[in-house]
T-cell receptor, first 115, second 113 residues
Framework: DVKVTQSSRYLVKRTGEKVFLECVQD?????MFWYRQDPGLGLRLIYF???????EKGDIPEGYSVSREKKERFSLILESASTNQTSMYLC??????????????FGPGTRLLVL | DAKTTQPPSMDCAEGRAANLPCNHS???????VYWYRQIHSQGPQYIIH???NNETNEMASLIITEDRKSSTLILPHATLRDTAVYYC??????????????FGKGTSLLVTP
């Protein structure tokens, strides 16, 4: 079974703090994704990575950065946390390819509260 | 990706089959139908996907109509743990690896004792 783990289930941070969210997958997937999920807005893609050290902006990258130094690990960084970044953060991973191979598998999520 | 339409909510008695419909009338030939579900406060869970043929796995069956304009996810013997929001997603895999999934609003399935 694919396993995607996230470093924390719940986090409480203060405005202005630097926040690190980590995601690890154990299936040797090339692609990794960070989404945020907010009520009424669905899932929105923040960043994705298709290889080590490679990254692409998603729909809402402002205020975030990412790091992928190893294939299995993808980190999301909030450079200076703000209250509007309070959200559920979801990491996903997938193989590269076509023909339905690119199924994305999700981690359990991190619920971040910024005070 | 083609747009999908799902009923906002459904009920199902425990032990009965849950049949969740999805309309995707503008689907194109390259687009797969994916189903995920999300139990409250957890990450989305992949269930099944298909292109043209019906598919079955240990979790569910996916029935796709011949014209591919609609599909039905079947949970053969629903349990209370199947209570979740179910999302039908149509995705063009030719678009490449970095394509975000559009989860939409989904169907909230309530399984009752």
């Amino acid at each position: 079974d694919v396993k995607v783990t996230q470093s924390s289930r719940y986090l409480v941070k203060r405005t202005g703090e630097k926040v690190f969210l980590e995601c690890v997958q154990d299936m040797d997937h090339e692609n990794m994704f960070w989404y945020r999920q907010d009520p009424g807005l669905g899932l929105r893609l923040i960043y994705f990575s298709y290889d080590v050290k490679m990254k692409e902006k998603g729909d809402i990258p402002e205020g975030y950065s990412v790091s992928r130094e190893k294939k299995e690990r993808f980190s999301l960084i909030l450079e200076s946390a703000s209250t509007n970044q309070t959200s559920m953060y979801l990491c996903a991973s997938s193989l590269s390819g076509t023909g339905g191979q690119e199924t994305q598998y999700f981690g359990p999520g991190t619920r971040l509260l910024v005070l | 990706d083609a747009k999908t339409t799902q009923p906002p909510s459904m009920d199902c008695a425990e032990g009965r089959a849950a049949n969740l419909p999805c309309n995707h009338s503008t689907i194109s030939g390259n687009e797969y139908v994916y189903w995920y579900r999300q139990i409250h406060s957890q990450g989305p869970q992949y269930i099944i996907h298909g292109l043209k043929n019906n598919e079955t796995n240990e979790m569910a069956s996916l029935i796709i109509t011949e014209d591919r304009k609609s599909s039905t996810l079947i949970l053969p013997h629903a349990t209370l743990r199947d209570t979740a929001v179910y999302y039908c997603i149509v995705r063009d895999t030719i678009m490449g690896s970095g394509y975000a999934l559009n989860f939409g609003k989904g169907t909230s399935l309530l399984v009752t004792p």
